[in-house]
DNA sequence: GTGAAAGCGCTAACAC
DNA sequence: GTGTTAGCGCTTTCAC
């Protein structure tokens, strides 16, 4: 059995009696100036019919798609899964889905050539991107994008000036890692040890800038880096920096290094926060709870993910972004950690 | 500055001096027959006009999108942030992205209309769900979807018989459950309170037939329904529950819930394991780590997803899925907790 | 080995 | 108020 083709404009229009272009404006909603029987006749036979539109023959006549590509320049395969990026991709796939538009996900490898995905990326009317890697080879990615000629929208990306029909949202990182800098000098601790993802991510950049200013007098700062996707490694790193030395906080750069530090020490017989305190961020609720509670800095991730949504449909309601950038507040969040 | 339209076939043709016909071979790579000479003159005026195919009127043309259609059906904004299905989606978008296919990942109210979204999904090759909900409605689903005439997959369905052009993926809940509950069988326990969401789903009842199975002599086996997400609501219930009586285990349908129980378990001034056991279900690393370490259930969520996309594309390739059902072995993890 | 031409299904300007 | 028609950019058959 060969499933009956498709009913067309055409096949609606014959049997409605009128002409394609009548049906074509009842699709649409243009009723202006069209007699109520007429409209009432189609309407009919499209829900007779079963008819929908062909949605790729409607882009091909308007150039319009309404899609949204995410594109995620990272080298790992699990970057979807991260707590952070998971929440952002919810509340921007949520919000795209309530006005009519699809969210096309598409993973790009730092190390893969462009050229396949800026051909994927062709059928999207925007595209958001989230990228960690070095800055430079972060503008050569927004460069290329632009080159499409679409409006780009990036996360959590510090760039100045920032380019034509380009928006960044992203979140107050830095006064996030301010108020847990504060805190820690408050306490009157001044040997801290941060620990951050291998790959350079603007945002953490932002967490360390916000510490410094926070501490001040900046006693010992000491950086470790981590490779986060591999626990395995991450433990090991911890373990050979605390057996070097054990400071007096930890800074992670988000709840998930918080509690690796935190099983860290208690492998060396400290407790958190009677010997070391650990500070996170991010705190979502993917993220498991911790013992003790995290202090730590609650992130919007889901609300950044739902406000680059109206911001990308009304850019393309309206032809331009009304803001080239938006920035979401942090909330802290007093535990027991720190 | 008006930006340049972009090349099509025809700007080439002119420029390498060929027909359309010929670009258009050259482009997909079909050079059968075709002059070395001509071949690289197309290739030079591509490259140096930065042609890129127009993807709507191919597809117009050929019906073919390369794109596959994620639709979950949920009444959480937040779906996608659940810890199996983020790694599900990241599993299927990576091993999409890999073999040139795109994600279009979309969200189904349970209670919104269909036909926006049935229009919606119009343009991609094939469809894969996301079901929570009572099982007639997610039949109705199936049935309606199917009316599309694409091919269907559905992960973690118990559905028998699977319908014709349909596949379900899915991990052996049940054989986890089962594990589980001879665990505790084991252990000579026989009060067990089953800690599940309320929203009623496929997975859910087949870990639960999985410890029926294991317990053998189900002594006494209760039931709590919480309302999932949301955390409060969720602790509410179990302080209430344990008030009135506390089991001699938890079985919790995933991590997240088994933290939550040791939580509320705490609070009562039980522990565990000394005074209650608790296990999970799941196991990710995006789930953080609880304290005392979970037995639980290894999920293999992000092969699920992989393993789903591979399925896709040869359904796509070859007329056919190969397989009607792909079931997964999960993994017995033992932990501390019970 | 290459080209001409039909047509995928739709929208919108224009004619009646 | 409704219909005619010209493409949008591409693939593919068939003719040369």
């Given at each position: 059995?060969?499933?009956?083709?498709?009913?067309?404009?055409?096949t609606?229009?014959?049997?409605?009696?009128?002409?394609?272009?009548?049906?074509?404006?009842?699709?649409?909603?243009?009723?202006?100036?069209?007699?109520?029987?007429?409209?009432?006749?189609?309407?009919?036979?499209?829900?007779?019919?079963?008819?929908?539109?062909?949605?790729?023959?409607?882009?091909?006549?308007?150039?319009?798609?309404?899609?949204?590509?995410?594109?995620?320049?990272?080298?790992s395969?699990?970057?979807?899964?991260d707590?952070?990026?998971?929440?952002?991709?919810?509340?921007?796939?949520?919000?795209?889905?309530?006005?009519?538009?699809?969210?096309?996900?598409?993973?790009?490898?730092?190390?893969?050539?462009?050229?396949?995905?800026?051909?994927?990326?062709?059928?999207?009317?925007?595209?958001?991107?989230?990228?960690?890697?070095?800055?430079?080879?972060r503008?050569?990615?927004?460069?290329?994008?632009?080159?499409?000629?679409?409006?780009?929208?990036?996360?959590?990306?510090?760039?100045?000036p920032?380019?034509?029909?380009?928006?960044?949202?992203?979140?107050?990182?830095?006064?996030?890692?301010?108020?847990?800098?504060?805190?820690?000098?408050?306490?009157?601790?001044?040997?801290?040890?941060?620990?951050?993802?291998?790959?350079?991510?603007?945002?953490?950049?932002?967490?360390?800038?916000?510490l410094?200013?926070?501490?001040?007098?900046?006693?010992?700062?000491?950086?470790?880096?981590?490779?986060?996707?591999?626990?395995?490694?991450?433990?090991?790193?911890?373990?050979?920096?605390?057996?070097?030395?054990?400071?007096?906080?930890?800074?992670?750069?988000?709840?998930?290094?918080?509690?690796q530090?935190?099983?860290?020490?208690?492998?060396?017989?400290?407790e958190?926060?009677?010997?070391?305190?650990?500070?996170?961020?991010?705190?979502?609720?993917?993220?498991?709870?911790?013992?003790?509670?995290?202090?730590?800095?609650?992130?919007?991730?889901?609300?950044?993910?739902?406000?680059?949504?109206?911001?990308?449909?009304?850019?393309?309601?309206?032809?331009?972004?009304?803001t080239?950038?938006?920035?979401?507040?942090?909330?802290?969040?007093?535990?027991?950690?720190?």
């Open positions: 059995m060969t499933r009956a083709r498709a009913p067309t404009l055409h609606v229009a014959r049997a409605a009696g009128v002409s394609t272009a009548i049906v074509s404006r009842v699709v649409n909603g243009h009723y202006h100036g069209m007699s109520a029987a007429t409209r009432a006749r189609v309407e009919a036979a499209v829900d007779r019919l079963g008819y929908f539109p062909n949605r790729a023959a409607r882009s091909l006549r308007t150039s319009r798609h309404h899609r949204i590509a995410l594109i995620a320049v990272d080298s395969p699990e970057f979807l899964a707590p952070f990026t998971t929440y952002v991709v919810a509340g921007l796939s949520n919000a795209l889905s309530e006005q009519d538009y699809g969210l096309l996900v598409q993973r790009l490898n730092r190390r893969a050539p462009l050229d396949m995905l800026l051909m994927r990326a062709q059928d999207a009317d925007a595209i958001t991107l989230f990228m960690s890697g070095p800055q430079d080879e503008l050569v990615l927004i460069t290329r994008f632009r080159e499409l000629g679409l409006p780009l929208l990036v996360f959590q990306e510090t760039l100045a920032i380019p034509d029909d380009v928006c960044v949202v992203r979140q107050d990182d830095r006064a996030g890692g301010r108020w847990l800098g504060e805190r820690i000098r408050g306490l009157g601790l001044s040997d801290v040890l941060a620990v951050v993802p291998e790959l350079a991510w603007p945002a953490i950049e932002a967490r360390l800038a916000g410094r200013d926070g501490l001040d007098e900046p006693g010992s700062l000491t950086i470790l880096k981590v490779a986060e996707t591999d626990m395995q490694a991450v433990s090991t790193a911890l373990d050979r920096q605390l057996a070097a030395h054990v400071p007096e906080a930890i800074f992670a750069s988000n709840d998930q290094l918080a509690a530090s935190i099983g860290a020490l208690a492998r060396i017989g400290r958190v926060p009677a010997d070391v305190r650990v500070s996170g961020f991010n705190c979502l609720p993917i993220t498991g709870t911790v013992h003790p509670p995290l202090t730590t800095i609650r992130s919007p991730a889901f609300a950044l993910g739902t406000r680059a949504a109206d911001l990308l449909v009304r850019r393309l309601a309206e032809g331009r972004f009304e080239k950038e938006l920035v979401l507040p942090v909330e802290p969040q007093a535990g027991q950690s720190l």
